[in-house]
Nanobody, 124 residues
Framework: QLQLVETGGGLVQPGGSLRLSCAAS????????IGWFRQAPGKEREGVSC????????DYADSVKGRFTISRDNAKNTVYLQMNSLKPEDTAIYYC?????????????????WGQGTQVTVPS
C-alpha cells in the first residue's frame, strides 16, 4: 500500500515559512508522482501542488503560486513543500499521496491511502 508520512507542520505567524516533508517507508518513491493536498476545517480537500517522478514537471494551485515550491530528493525518498509568505487562509491539514494522471492540479488523481497529515496553522 502506498502510504506516506507527512511532517513539518506547525504554528507560524503570517508572512512566515514552513517546510513540509513527505517520506515513504518500505517502498521507493522514485517511481511515483506525488501531490500535496490540504483540507481546511469545514472545507473539501483540495490540491495544492504536484511533482512528476523525475521532478521535472510541477504544478501549483493558483492560491499558492509564487509562494510555495515543491521539490523532491529521491536519494532521501522524500518530497518537500516549501511554503513562504504564509497567510491565514493556508491554515489546514496538509497531506501528500502518490498521484496518477497528468501532472496538473486539475487532473491529478490521488492513489494509495491518506496518512495522518500535518497541521499548518497561520493565525489571523
Amino acid at each position: 500500500q502506498l502510504q506516506l508520512v507527512e511532517t513539518g507542520g506547525g504554528l507560524v505567524q503570517p508572512g512566515g515559512s514552513l517546510r513540509l516533508s513527505c517520506a515513504a517507508s518500505g517502498f521507493t518513491l522514485d517511481y511515483y508522482a506525488i501531490g500535496w493536498f490540504r483540507q481546511a476545517p469545514g472545507k473539501e480537500r483540495e490540491g495544492v501542488s504536484c511533482i512528476s517522478s523525475s521532478g521535472g514537471v510541477t504544478d501549483y494551485a493558483d492560491s499558492v503560486k509564487g509562494r510555495f515550491t515543491i521539490s523532491r530528493d529521491n536519494a532521501k525518498n522524500t518530497v518537500y513543500l516549501q511554503m513562504n509568505s504564509l497567510k491565514p487562509e493556508d491554515t489546514a491539514i496538509y497531506y501528500c499521496t502518490a498521484i496518477s494522471g497528468p501532472i496538473t492540479i486539475a487532473t491529478m488523481t490521488p492513489r494509495g491511502s491518506w496518512g495522518q497529515g500535518t497541521q499548518v496553522t497561520v493565525p489571523s
